[in-house]
């Protein structure tokens, strides 16, 4: 079983910053393909962006391409997501997720199903 504990949102005026971390239990987290994912209030949780480890790459949504940056430290279990220029529509729940016994496939990256394991989320709010 793999635990994912979020940290790091909060409120922020737009053009602002955050910077999410998601810490994970486990030791081979360097192997983990982790992924961000939303929820803004009514909608649908979507994908944001995925480090798929080991030099898998790195992928992001249309809508964060340039702003946010994924990277992850394997001495400390942690991915985080840097979050510049939030604008008022990157408000949600942000969560973090975990393939760990097996690697999605580049095309698969954005679906939810192949991450079985998720966190408790965290709230990000970016008033205009």
């Known amino acids: 079983q793999v635990q994912l504990v979020e940290s790091g949102g909060g409120l922020v005026q737009a053009g602002g910053s955050l910077r999410l971390s998601c810490e994970a239990s486990?030791?081979?987290?360097?192997?983990?393909?982790l992924g961000w994912f939303r929820q803004a209030p009514g909608k649908e949780r979507e994908w944001v962006s995925t480090?798929?480890?080991?030099?898998?790459?790195?992928f992001y949504a249309d809508s964060v391409k340039g702003r946010f940056t994924i990277s992850r430290d394997n001495t400390k279990n942690t991915v985080y997501l840097q979050m510049n220029n939030l604008r008022p529509e990157d408000t949600a729940v942000y969560y973090c997720?975990?393939?760990?016994?097996?690697?999605?496939?580049?095309?698969?990256?954005?679906?939810?199903?192949?991450?079985?394991?998720w966190g408790q989320g965290t709230q990000v709010t970016v008033s205009s």
């Open positions: 480090d798929r480890g080991s030099g898998g790459g790195t």
């Open positions: 486990g030791r081979t987290f360097r192997s983990y393909t």
């Open positions: 997720a975990a393939a760990v016994n097996s690697r999605p496939i580049v095309s698969a990256v954005a679906l939810q199903q192949m991450y079985p394991y």
